[in-house]
């Protein structure tokens, strides 16, 4: 539990600041600011975390990044976390566009969910947002709902004037994969100026639109995976779609179960909050698991009431370090 009674009990590790694609509102173009590998945490290290935070009580581990399926030894960490008593859910975000070739062996390996972000579905779009190809990560969500996962969850970012057309394409292509559609409120998390008026395009306008489309029957208890979207189905269409009101969702942080760590061995306990504390220290200076255990409880309790990005936040690290 923190220190307002939630309980916290989900991890997202970014296992690499690396990613093979450009996202506007998340690596610019030309962004060379990479981690020295070395800062990295090992597999090895990030197995003894992840053993030392089931110890304390977390369940569920998200890997992510940057883009998980750029490190070699992926596979190997997850085989690794699957056999750690307490890891009760193993899941993986990806941009998708290798997932064609590692669905099997990460489902295989362990990992039960999958989320793919996917922002749009025409090529031109998509190439303009992420600078990759939309084709790639179509035939990776096909092979991910073939695989077996339990949950394969479809996320979006909402940006105005860019990919507002495609909510509707993606609705549909949520409906006939049968996996749910999350469509989120861009955060300032990397860089601060796509986030203008112009840009924001709140979850609320987004359901507006729906709405003009369909009936959208609230789901308030469907609780798909442990994120904090609000879920509504769509009657006609039968598409599941989840709000991520990041920034207009007052209520955003009420329910928040989960701290992150980075790339480079920082618990990070609130995305929106530059608040981090070192583990890596302590993992490479031979400290036992419990100093490694009272580094995670002075991290819980440090967790925040609720994130800064109302508050003209400014990012001092990108997001693909931090993990998303
Ligand atoms: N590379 C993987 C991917 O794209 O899914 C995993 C890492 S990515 C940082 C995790 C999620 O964060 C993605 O769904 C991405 O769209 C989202 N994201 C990145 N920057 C964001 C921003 N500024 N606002 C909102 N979501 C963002
Ligand atoms: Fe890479 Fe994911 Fe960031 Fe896009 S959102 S640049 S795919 S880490």
């Not at 601060?192 to 029957?217: C, S």
Request: aromatic share 6%; proline share 4%; hydrophobic share 40%.
């Amino acid at each position: 539990m923190d220190s307002f009674g939630r309980k916290i009990d989900y991890l997202r590790i970014s296992i690499t600041d690396r990613c093979n694609e450009r996202c506007l509102y998340c690596m610019p173009e030309g962004y060379t600011g990479w981690e020295q590998t070395r800062d990295h945490l090992t597999a090895d290290e990030i197995i003894r975390v992840v053993r030392v935070a089931a110890g304390l009580g977390f369940r569920k581990f998200r890997l992510t990044g940057g883009e998980p399926l750029v490190r070699g030894d992926i596979l190997e960490i997850i085989r690794a976390m699957k056999t750690i008593s307490g890891v009760e859910m193993i899941g993986l975000s990806t941009n998708g566009t290798r997932l064609e070739k590692f669905a099997k062996p990460l489902q295989d390996a362990g990992v039960r969910a999958v989320n793919v972000s996917l922002d749009a579905l025409d090529a031109t779009i998509y190439k303009r947002v992420t600078g990759g190809d939309v084709n790639q990560v179509v035939a990776g969500i096909r092979a991910a709902v073939s695989a077996g996962f339990e949950r394969v969850k479809l996320n979006c970012v909402l940006m105005r004037g860019v990919n507002e057309q495609e909510i509707w394409p993606l609705v549909l292509f949520a409906a006939e994969h049968g996996v749910p559609l999350r469509l989120i409120e861009l955060m300032p998390l990397t860089r601060t100026d796509v986030l203008t008026e112009k840009n924001f395009y709140p979850v609320g306008d987004a359901m507006k639109l729906l709405q003009q489309r369909d009936e959208l029957i609230p789901r308030p208890d469907a609780r798909i995976g442990h994120g904090p979207a609000q879920y509504f189905l769509l009657k006609q269409t039968g598409a599941l779609v989840g709000f991520i009101g990041a920034l207009t969702n007052l209520h955003f942080c009420e329910n928040c179960n989960k701290m992150r760590l980075t790339a480079d061995g920082k618990i990070r306990p609130c995305l929106g909050d530059h608040g981090e504390i070192d583990l890596r220290s302590a993992l490479r200076n031979n400290a036992d698991d419990a100093a490694l255990q009272k580094i995670f409880l002075s991290a819980l309790q440090s967790k925040p009431l609720e994130h800064h990005f109302r508050d003209n936040y400014q990012p001092t690290r990108p997001m693909t370090a931090i993990g998303g």
